[in-house]
């Protein structure tokens, strides 16, 4: 926390991630030999970064609507998903080499601006981006909703676009977990 107070005194906004996308190297180590936070610790600091952003208010809100969404969102359809982010759709990156891509962590789809014109690049972005699926499991959770799960993190974790990444499911799990408790407080 005391980043963000070096912020409030500064008058400077700090906003705090704790997901941490897992090394290539350490993708298949265990959390405990990783250089990451484990799931539930993630969570909890999650939880009390996003209490001390936003206010007492605020995050009463936010914890409304999100344990609504944990609570009440039904097991969907198990079948791959599509991505729920921009990545693609609205939104794309160009790396250091001119290449564009969809997401910042995806290294596919890309295609190098210098050889084609941008509607072309952007086309392609799109209609590849369109066929990147994550898991079955994760598209019909019932914590999809707010899961910060996504291709690029699947891929991070388990190597593949439908892989499951378990740290996130913990991730997720344990944050349901810490918002029911602040709200018994």
């Known amino acids: 926390m005391k980043v963000i107070e070096l912020g409030e005194s500064l008058d400077a906004p700090v906003r705090i991630d704790t997901y941490m996308y897992p090394s290539v190297r350490e993708r298949n180590h265990a959390y405990n030999n990783q250089a990451r936070l484990d799931p539930e610790m993630a969570a ?49 990156v160009v790396n250091w080499q001119g290449e564009m891509r969809s997401c910042v962590v995806l290294d596919k789809p890309s295609i190098p601006l210098r050889d084609v014109e941008f ?20 598209s019909s959770c019932k914590l999809r ?40 407080k």
Request: proline share 3%; aromatic share 8%.
């Open 145 to 184: 909703k707010v899961c910060n799960t996504c291709v690029a993190a699947a891929i991070a974790e388990t190597g593949k676009a439908d892989g499951v990444p378990e740290y996130l499911c913990r991730y997720t799990e344990a944050t349901v977990r810490y918002l029911k408790e602040t709200s018994k």
């Open 119 to 138: 509607e072309e690049a952007w086309e392609f972005t799109k209609k590849e981006t369109e066929s990147l699926r994550i898991s079955a499991r994760c």
């Open 44 to 92: 909890k600091a999650r939880v009390e970064v996003l209490q001390r952003e936003m206010g007492e208010e605020v995050f009463a809100q936010y914890r409304k609507i999100q344990l609504d969404e944990a609570e009440n969102t039904p097991e969907g359809e198990a079948v791959p998903g599509q991505m729920a982010c921009h990545a693609g759709k609205s939104s794309f």
